[in-house]
Nanobody, 115 residues
Framework: QVQLVESGGGLVQPGGSLRLSCATS????????MGWYRQAPGKQRELVAT???????NYADSVKGRFTISRDNAKNTVYLDMNSLKPEDTAVYYC?????????WGQGTKVTVSS
């Protein structure tokens, strides 16, 4: 049974920081491309960042220089460090695991950036 469990969301003021975690089980984590996506109210889900099995990273332009994706293969966990948060970063953040035709999603964790 595959599980992706996100944590770390919450309410933060503009300019603040949060760290999201996604703990996985039931997959060979080290071979999967892991990603973070987000969906704001009334908008489509969009890519935030991905990290390959070789730790090659890719970021949406809107988060470059502010967000950092990383993975710990020993813990089967992927992280998203978010700094200099803006109100427009408010969304539900979803963890994704992808390998060949396999594609799994977590349940999401809500991030609200507001004063």
């Amino acid at each position: 049974q595959v599980q992706l469990v996100e944590s770390g969301g919450g309410l933060v003021q503009p300019g603040g920081s949060l760290r999201l975690s996604c703990a996985t089980s039931g997959i060979s984590f080290n071979i999967y491309v892991m990603g973070w996506y987000r969906q704001a109210p009334g908008k489509q889900r969009e890519l935030v960042a991905t990290i390959t099995s070789h730790s090659i990273t890719n970021y949406a332009d809107s988060v470059k220089g502010r967000f950092t994706i990383s993975r710990d293969n020993a813990k089967n966990t992927v992280y998203l460090d978010m700094n200099s948060l803006k109100p427009e970063d408010t969304a539900v953040y979803y963890c994704n695991a992808r390998f060949a035709v396999a594609n799994y999603w977590g349940q999401g964790t809500k991030v609200t950036v507001s004063s």
